[in-house]
């Protein structure tokens, strides 16, 4: 875990609502930050830096794993939750579709893909 640390280059996660018509432009799912000085706890600056690590446990998490399994595991289960977090910030409904992925940086091709989700169904789980 990185707390009271700086943010530092990692993979980065984004998401995109999908309809029947198409799928959406990939959003940035871990607000970016610009480091500040603080004299007491810079809690966004500590969220952002939670947020990234949970990205890295699930990076972590998944090597090994068979895309089919990823649904079960804890961090994906709670990437899944900021991800609906994000999008129902940006509109998004419960019963939209959505779907995330994870890159390493200056990579144009993800080190993850998800499959579609339903905003809503990992709490109803």
Do not use: M
Request: hydrophobic share 45%.
């Amino acid at each position: 875990w990185r707390f009271f640390d700086d943010v530092e280059a990692g993979p980065s996660l984004s998401f995109r609502l999908v309809s029947p018509s198409g799928a959406g432009e990939w959003c940035d799912a871990i607000e970016r930050r610009s480091p500040r000085l603080a004299l007491l706890i810079n809690g966004a600056a500590n969220l952002t830096l939670l947020q990234h690590s949970l990205v890295d446990q699930l990076v972590d998490e998944l090597d090994g794993v068979r895309v089919d399994e990823a649904p079960v595991l804890v961090p994906y289960r709670l990437v899944q939750l900021l991800v609906e977090d994000r999008a129902r910030a940006r509109g998004a409904k419960v019963g939209d579709r959505y779907q995330f992925r994870v890159l390493a940086e200056g990579d144009a091709e993800p080190l993850f893909a998800s499959a579609e989700h339903v905003i809503g169904a990992v709490l109803a789980a």
